[in-house]
């Protein structure tokens, strides 16, 4: 892998993104394109909403009319396959909106840090954009194992085993 660049933007007010929350953010971006050895430089956009903010998209893009911690958009459906920058020539491979209240929700529900739920909700919509799902059952085993896989390395793994519930 030659580069990687993760644009990080702000589109709420309500809540200030703790310090070093971008930080993870990147650190996380990184450790899930390195696992799973992306070759060549790549662009990947992360948006912290509030609720209200991702309940709208949910509803616009999935016909969901209830707030989600995390959306992602990968600019191409097919598998391994990218739009490139022609200035920079990075793969372009999608966007991760996170709803900055429910992550902060989810980590006092779940016991762990802010920058847990962070980096859990970035490394489970990035693998979404390289296209893995969990729908079946196989592939949310090895979805989950991955993320796993990454809070280690992040030096932020989970307390206890995890539970395979309604995702």
């Known amino acids: 892998m030659e580069k990687i660049r993760v644009i990080i933007s702000n589109r709420q007010n309500d809540i200030k993104i703790p310090t070093g929350l971008r930080m993870v953010v990147r650190r996380c971006c990184n450790a899930v394109l390195k696992m799973e050895e992306f070759k060549g430089s790549v662009a990947v956009?992360?948006?912290?909403?509030?609720?209200?903010?991702?309940?709208?998209?949910?509803?616009?893009?999935?016909?969901?009319?209830?707030?989600?911690?995390?959306?992602?958009?990968?600019?191409?459906?097919?598998?391994?396959?990218?739009?490139?920058?022609?200035?920079?020539?990075?793969?372009?491979?999608?966007?991760?909106?996170?709803?900055?209240?429910?992550?902060?929700?989810?980590?006092?529900?779940y016991g762990h840090s802010l920058q847990r739920e962070v980096a859990y909700l970035t490394a489970h919509s990035v693998l979404h954009l390289l296209g893995y799902n969990h729908e079946e059952g196989l592939e949310r085993v090895r979805m989950r194992e991955k993320e796993e896989k990454v809070m280690t390395q992040l030096g932020l793994p989970g307390t206890s085993s995890y539970v395979l519930g309604d995702v």
């Not at 956009?45 to 016909?63: A, T």
């Not at 459906?77 to 991760?96: A, F, M, N, P, S």
């Open 45 to 109: 956009s992360v948006v912290f909403v509030s609720s209200e903010q991702i309940r709208q998209l949910n509803e616009k893009y999935r016909g969901k009319n209830v707030p989600t911690d995390v959306l992602s958009f990968p600019v191409n459906e097919e598998r391994g396959i990218y739009d490139v920058d022609i200035e920079t020539g990075e793969k372009l491979i999608g966007d991760v909106v996170i709803s900055i209240e429910r992550a902060i929700d989810q980590s006092k529900k």
